[in-house]
């Protein structure tokens, strides 16, 4: 095959959401076998203009099943797990779901890692785990004070993993910045990417407060991020921990880009009051003196990224369609919260 990659077999737990969309077809351009295990809460048409390559294996599966999901990793030398419920709304709506995914299968996925000899263990947490900090500079070093239950249990997945590893395998921990710009499988109800889908549609944003800083990762860095991470050598990952975030801005320069960036000055900023003035932030030197990661891609670029998919019709019903809205999705989802035992056992 003249594969010169490390793990030339690799899955994506939670491949068909928001990430798992931009990134699998660049693992599968790169040459990669890959396996996408994932509940396609999204809907199942993500991969629809992949389905003739045959180095994509798509495998519907709920990760608290264990048997389902140890014969999906069947296999697999290294594995990327990006599954979760994945914001705070929809984790509050219903928490014991929230903890029996984001938790509690935890525990689940690692015994299937463990038990295929998974070779590599890439684990998604967040940059949110760090909460609210006055410091000019939130390293991986930072104490994690996490404020809410999403973060937590982000949190504790990375303590377990730190505790239990994966047998022989390696393992290593990302906490990435919010991700921002065009994906197959698009979020809008993240930072720069609502701003800029109001704009576009009604031609007016609004701004909650404004001042509070987010820390920002273009899609096609946090992707370039994780190939960097599937393939250095063992030393360089194993049991470490990398804040991945480029730019940090104020919800009020975000929005001030996605004006300019846009060009139509006839685009309103509406600002008003909010009593969450919370700001985020991180510093991603780490990984660039460890592993020579180097984001290039910019919020402006993300915000591009948006405007020609939308021009291009690739974004309809955007203002209203439950699957670009985590919190929507969920609420007409109405997913169980305990999984039943295995029916094929
Ligand atoms: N998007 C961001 O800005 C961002 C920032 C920091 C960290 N992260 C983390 O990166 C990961 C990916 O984020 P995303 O934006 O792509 O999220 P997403 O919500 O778009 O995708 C999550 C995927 O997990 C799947 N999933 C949920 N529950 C499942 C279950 N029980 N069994 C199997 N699959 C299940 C969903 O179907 C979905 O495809 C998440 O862990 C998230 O916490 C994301």
């Given at each position: 095959m003249g594969m010169s990659v490390r793990f030339p077999r690799v899955a994506v737990i939670g491949g068909a959401g928001y990430v798992g969309s931009a990134l699998v077809p660049a693992l599968l351009a790169a040459g990669y076998e890959v396996t996408v295990a994932d509940l396609f809460l999204f809907g199942e048409q993500v991969f629809d203009g992949l389905k003739a390559r045959s180095s994509l294996r798509t495998v519907k599966v709920d990760i608290r099943d264990e048997a389902a999901l140890t014969a999906a990793l069947r296999g697999v030398e290294a594995v990327i797990h990006l599954a979760c419920i994945s914001n705070d709304p929809s984790f509050e709506l219903n928490p014991r779901l929230g903890k029996s995914v984001n938790y509690d299968a935890f525990f689940t996925i690692l015994r299937a890692v463990r038990s295929n000899g998974v070779k590599r263990f890439i684990y998604a947490s967040s940059s949110s785990v760090y909460g609210v900090k006055d410091q000019p500079e939130v390293t991986e070093e930072t104490p994690c004070e996490p404020l809410t239950d999403y973060s937590r249990y982000k949190l504790f997945c990375e303590q377990v993993l730190r505790s239990e590893g994966v047998g022989e395998g390696e393992w290593v921990i990302v906490r990435p910045a919010t991700v921002c710009g065009y994906a197959p499988r698009l979020r809008l109800d993240l930072t720069v990417n609502i701003l800029a889908i109001h704009a576009l549609v009604n031609k007016r944003i609004r701004v909650f407060g404004g001042a509070q800083l987010r820390p920002n990762l273009n899609m096609k860095d946090m992707v370039a991020a994780y190939r960097l991470l599937l393939d250095v050598p063992r030393e360089a990952v194993h049991g470490k921990t990398f804040n991945v975030g480029y730019q940090n801005r104020t919800v009020a320069e975000?929005?001030?880009?996605?004006?300019?960036?846009?060009?139509?000055?006839?685009?309103?900023?509406?600002?008003?009051?909010?009593?969450?003035?919370?700001?985020?932030?991180?510093?991603?030197?780490?990984?660039?003196?460890?592993?020579?990661?180097?984001?290039?891609?910019t919020i402006e670029d993300a915000i591009d990224s948006l405007c020609a998919a939308y021009r291009e019709g690739k974004i309809p019903e955007p203002l209203t369609h439950p699957?670009?809205?985590?919190?929507?999705?969920?609420?007409?989802?109405?997913?169980?919260?305990?999984?039943?035992a295995s029916s094929r056992s």
């Open positions: 975000i929005a001030e880009l996605v004006r300019s960036r846009i060009g139509d000055p006839g685009i309103a900023i509406a600002m008003e009051p909010t009593d969450d003035l919370r700001s985020y932030h991180i510093n991603s030197d780490w990984i660039r003196r460890a592993l020579g990661f180097v984001p290039r891609w699957r670009y809205y985590n919190i929507k999705t969920m609420q007409a989802l109405k997913l169980e919260e305990q999984l039943v």
